[in-house]
Structure formats: C-alpha cells, structure tokens
C-alpha cells in the first residue's frame, strides 16, 4: 500500500480524499469556470492514527474535524488544482508536526524564601502608606 509523508508522519493515500469547489472572491471568468479551490479530508481511522497522538491531533484540528472522524483542510490561495492541492498538504502537514511532539508537564514551583520576604515587605509598606491617609485635622485656627 503506497502510503505519503506528511508532517513526519506515513499516511497511507487511502485515508486523504480530495474534493475540488469553486473559489470565491475575485478573479473574473476563471472563478466561474474552473474548481480549484480544494478541499482535503484525512480520515484518521483510515490512516490508523491510534492513542495520544490522536487526541492531540483532534484537539490541534479544532473545528476542522467531522462527526465521521475526518480532519478537513481547505486551500484556495491558488489558481491551479495543483497548488492548492500542494498547499492543503502543507497546511495538513503543519498541523500533523503541532500534534506530534507530547506536550511536556507543568512541575510546581514554589517561591524562594527571599522572594516571599519581599513580598511580605513591600505589602507592609503599601499598609503604612496606606494607613498615614485620611482626614487632615483643621486644629485649632
């Protein structure tokens, strides 16, 4: 099974389809007559994308997934099927290398005792200046 590199990642060329859609916006007589906006499906079952790497990936996809499990990536940059076709697997690629690297965990961290000592200083000062305010006293005129 012939299979395509994209984003480091062998995807066997049965699980992308390609559909092509007319453009919108500008462009005279071209935009009417020729579909070469493309829209690129990768179907995740298919490509056999299993476990972490999947949850990533469907999380980076965002609103670009599908009920049916298909990441839809769409390019219309071009005039040519061809470019567009080239630039929806870029775009398919990019996001494939954002999901592939595991996200590194969070260790807490804790302040230093020097920083908590000043803290708590610069909180007592703010309180002094804070309790000089206030009414100032006619006395005695």
């Not at 007589?29 to 949850?55: S, W, Y």
């Not at 590194?104 to 703010?126: G, I, M, N």
Request: a positive charge; aromatic letters at 2%; proline letters at 4%.
């Amino acid at each position: 099974m012939a299979s395509i590199d994209i984003g480091g990642l062998a995807v066997p060329v049965t699980a992308l389809s390609f559909k092509f859609v007319r453009a919108s916006g500008p462009g005279g007589q071209n935009v009417n007559k020729v579909a070469t906006a493309v829209q690129c499906r990768l179907d995740l079952d298919a490509a056999g994308i299993e476990g972490d790497l999947r949850r990533r990936l469907e999380k980076a996809a965002g609103k670009r997934l599908t009920v049916a499990g298909e990441i839809v990536v769409s390019a219309a940059t071009h005039r040519t099927q061809a470019r567009n076709r080239a630039e929806a697997l870029l775009r398919l690629g990019a996001l494939i290398e954002e999901a592939r690297p595991e996200p590194r965990s969070r260790r807490p961290t804790r302040p230093s005792a020097r920083a908590k000592a000043k803290r708590l200083e610069d909180k007592r000062r703010r309180g002094e200046t804070k309790k000089r305010r206030g009414r100032v006293d006619a006395g005695d005129e």
